[in-house]
């Protein structure tokens, strides 16, 4: 059990610039949770996957964001024409799902855009 | 979700027990009580949780009110290491969508 893994640690970008964003979930859970967290507050959810399913989706999240599991295996979050207002920490999860669910996060991807 | 309120901040001395009260009123019967921390710089870190009983585990104990609208987080012996934001969080177990507030800020100071 390696964790959850997310690449990159650390994005700065301008502003107008696409950005992606990769988590790698633990092998054997089929539930992927996107969450965003800015200074001081805690994490919102964005999105999640169960298998290749989007099954959930914010109502806070923008049309430029988008996000994709293919195959049930890694994720990838999309920013397109970035904004200052998206600087934030990008934070990954998986679980299994079930009765009792517990969520395995990753380290996360700070968002810097200039 | 049911909403949760947690004191905004605490301070604990290394080696002594940490009780993390949250207050949960609007909780409903097939809601859990999940607490996660954060520590610097990393991604949530799950504890515990339960729906009726009291539960411990390697980690801590989560005391949980016969009435449900409350439960505390009992670190038996904090170490500096425990030192987090830590997150009260109430929902239903399916399709588990975490609601963060905004947690309470733990210092252990030795």
Not at chain 1, 84 to 108: I, N, P, R, V
Request: charged share 20%.
């Amino acid at each position: 059990d390696t964790g959850v893994s997310q690449d990159p640690r650390h994005k700065i970008t301008k502003r107008g610039q696409n950005v992606t964003f990769r988590c790698d979930p633990i092998s054997e859970h089929n539930r992927l949770y996107w969450y965003r967290q800015t200074l001081g507050q805690g994490p919102e959810f964005l999105t999640y996957f169960q298998n290749e399913a989007q099954l959930e989706k914010s109502r806070l999240l923008s049309d430029r964001f988008s996000a994709e599991r293919p195959k049930g295996s890694f994720s990838t979050l999309e920013i397109q024409r970035t904004e200052q207002g998206d600087s934030a920490m990008y934070l990954c999860a998986s679980s299994f799902g079930g009765t009792g669910e517990k969520l395995f996060f990753g380290s996360g991807t700070q968002l810097s855009v200039l | 979700d049911a909403k949760t309120t947690q004191p905004t901040s605490m301070d604990c001395a290394e080696g002594r027990a940490a009780n993390l009260p949250c207050n949960h009123s609007t909780i409903s019967g097939n809601e859990y009580v999940y607490w996660y921390r954060q520590i610097h710089s990393q991604g949530p870190q799950y504890i515990i949780h339960g729906l009726k009983n009291n539960e411990t585990n390697e980690m801590a104990s989560l005391i949980i009110t016969e009435d449900r609208k409350s439960s505390t987080l009992i670190l038996p012996h904090a170490t500096l290491r425990d030192t987090a934001v830590y997150y009260c969080i109430v929902t239903k177990a399916a399709g588990n969508k975490l609601t963060f507030g905004g947690g309470t800020r733990v210092l252990v100071k030795p």
